[in-house]
Structure formats: structure tokens, C-alpha cells
């Protein structure tokens, strides 16, 4: 008899997303030293700084939403961090409320129902401020750059000091620039590892321009909590397809 459950540990992706649950009680995530959280009906997901534990009934349906890093505090106007390594129900952000009711049974109908609710979400958003662009700009480099990108090069172009850019940084993205510039950096390679199988991890190391392996596995061990090695002897279905994203 299959396991009527689905288990997996997901990576952190630098991504933040809104998730609908099509009926009650489909999911929790967590583990067992800090204890499980069951994800409400409607919730947004923060960014995480290192992997957690999802468990998903096999007969769920839901809806997702990934957005750009940085336009989650755009568009609902909270600080991102405060979200970070967490979740929040959509009933608890006013600019949020509304989107529960795009849901419905059709499912062309609710990407068109979503797709109205962010675009007038959008018209409120002035993307010509200095903020908005400096850090657009610089999120931007680091996901082009798969994380490869001097810091202080963004905090030149920003016209700030390097603490108004890290509490501006984390205020939109949720996480500070090293620390998002290390996750799409270990996102590339495990990307980069899953598209070029035959490859040892040793190239791939390289190829995703880490200064050596023990750089790579010091880091894949913070985030992960085991090594590259041991991750990919796993199946990662969820975190493999967030990475190619």
C-alpha cells in the first residue's frame, strides 16, 4: 500500500511564494527538533536561510505563486524579513485578503482570476523609485551572475553605505545579499549538477565558480544539512524543480 504522505527536505531557493491549498489540513512543514507547523489554506512563504521539512498528503491539490525576490515588499507593502523562515496566513496582509476568492474550480479561470488581482496590485507600486531600481538592479546581477557578484560592487552602484544597503536589501528581499548570493550560487550548482549528470561533483564545484570544494561543502552542509554528495544520492523533486526555475 503507498505511503498516503510525501516527505521531502527543501533547499532554499532566494524565492518567496504564496501558496492555496485546495482543502484544509493537506500539508506540514518543520522537523522534529523545532517541531511542525501545518500550513494554513492560503499562506505566504518566506524566504529560508537553510532546509525544511515538507510533508504533503499525496492526494493534495494546490496553487502556487513564485515571485521575483525582491516583490513581495513591493506589492503588499510589509518588510520581507519579516516572514523569513516562516509563514504567514493571506488574511493577515490587507493587500492579500482578496486573493483566496481568485481560486476556483477551473484552473485556466484561476490563473486569469490571480493574474488580474497582481496587475491591479501592480498599478500601486511605483517601480521609478530610487529604492525600487537600486535594489532591482542588484537582485537582478546576482540571479544573472548565479550568485558570483561582489557586493560591494551593489553597494557603489546604490549610492548607500553598506549597513543602509543591507537593511534596505533585507527589508525587500528578506534575507541579506551575501547570504541570497550564496543560495543562488548552491542553487546553480545543483542545477547545473542535475543537467550534467555525468560530470563529478568536482567539476560541477567549479563550473558554479566556487572557490574549491571545501568551500562548497562547508556551505551545502549550513544550508543543507548534509553533503552534496549525500543530497543527491536522494530524490529531490520539488527542490530540483525550484532550482531550474
Known amino acids: 500500500m503507498p505511503d498516503p504522505v510525501y516527505s521531502e527536505n527543501i533547499l532554499p531557493d532566494g524565492h518567496h511564494e504564496i501558496i492555496f491549498h485546495l482543502s484544509a489540513n493537506n500539508a506540514k512543514r518543520g522537523d522534529n527538533e523545532s517541531g511542525w507547523v501545518n500550513e494554513p489554506v492560503s499562506f505566504f512563504a518566506g524566504q529560508t536561510l537553510t532546509r525544511y521539512a515538507l510533508e504533503l498528503q499525496n492526494d ?8 521575483y525576490p525582491h516583490t ?109 548570493s550564496n543560495i543562488i550560487q548552491l542553487n546553480y550548482f545543483v542545477r547545473y549538477r542535475n543537467q550534467h549528470p555525468g560530470k563529478s561533483l568536482t567539476e560541477c564545484c567549479y563550473e558554479a565558480e566556487f572557490f574549491d570544494q571545501s568551500h562548497l561543502v562547508k556551505l551545502f552542509r549550513r544550508v543543507a544539512g548534509q553533503s552534496p554528495k549525500e543530497y543527491f544520492r536522494e530524490d529531490n523533486p520539488i527542490s530540483n524543480c525550484f532550482s531550474e526555475l
Do not use: M, W
Request: charge should be positive; hydrophobic fraction near 40%; include cysteine.
Open 60 to 67: 493534495a491539490v494546490l496553487y502556487g505563486i513564485r515571485f
Open 72 to 180: 513581495l515588499n513591493l506589492l503588499f507593502g510589509f518588510p520581507a524579513d519579516l516572514i523569513t523562515n516562516t509563514i504567514l496566513p493571506l488574511q493577515d496582509i490587507a493587500p492579500a485578503r482578496g486573493l483566496a476568492d481568485c481560486i476556483s474550480e477551473n484552473q485556466e479561470e484561476t490563473f486569469r482570476n490571480l493574474e488580474t488581482a497582481l496587475l491591479k496590485l501592480c498599478k500601486g507600486v511605483d517601480f521609478s523609485s530610487h529604492k525600487s531600481q537600486y535594489i532591482r538592479y542588484s537582485v537582478g546581477e546576482i540571479l544573472r551572475h548565479n550568485g558570483k557578484v561582489k557586493i560591494d560592487r551593489l553597494v557603489k552602484a546604490a549610492g548607500l553605505s553598506q549597513k543602509h544597503f543591507d537593511t534596505v536589501f533585507n527589508q525587500s528581499v528578506g534575507i541579506n545579499p551575501k547570504a541570497f
